[in-house]
Nanobody
């Protein structure tokens, strides 16, 4: 049974940090590139970052470059998103996705507010 479970979201003040995790099971995790997406109310889904199956970072959205870092531990079947210097416009539900697989997690809410 394929599962992607995001965690680590919450409420944080502007300038703060959060680390999101996505735990994968039920498929060959190390064979897939992984991405983080986010969606804010009333807005389209946005690609945040992508990392190759072997841990090479492919891209970041311009809005998060220099602040966010995507990484993965294939032995733990987990992909991470370290988010620093958070801004109110980062507020969204964050989802992880195994590229070209159709596999999505349930999402985790990130709220940046003072």
């Amino acid at each position: 049974q394929v599962r992607l479970v995001e965690s680590g979201g919450g409420l944080v003040q502007p300038g703060g940090s959060l680390r999101l995790s996505c735990a994968a099971s039920g498929f060959t995790f190390s064979s897939y590139a992984m991405s983080w997406y986010r969606q804010a109310p009333g807005k389209e889904r946005e690609l945040v970052a992508t990392i190759s199956s072997q841990g090479v970072v492919r891209n970041y959205a311009d809005s998060v470059k220099g602040r966010f870092t995507i990484s993965r531990h294939n032995t733990k079947n987990t992909v991470y998103l370290q988010m620093n210097s958070l801004k109110p416009e980062d507020t969204a539900v964050y989802y992880c996705n195994a590229q070209r697989s159709g596999y999505w997690g349930q999402g985790t809410q990130v709220t940046v507010s003072s």
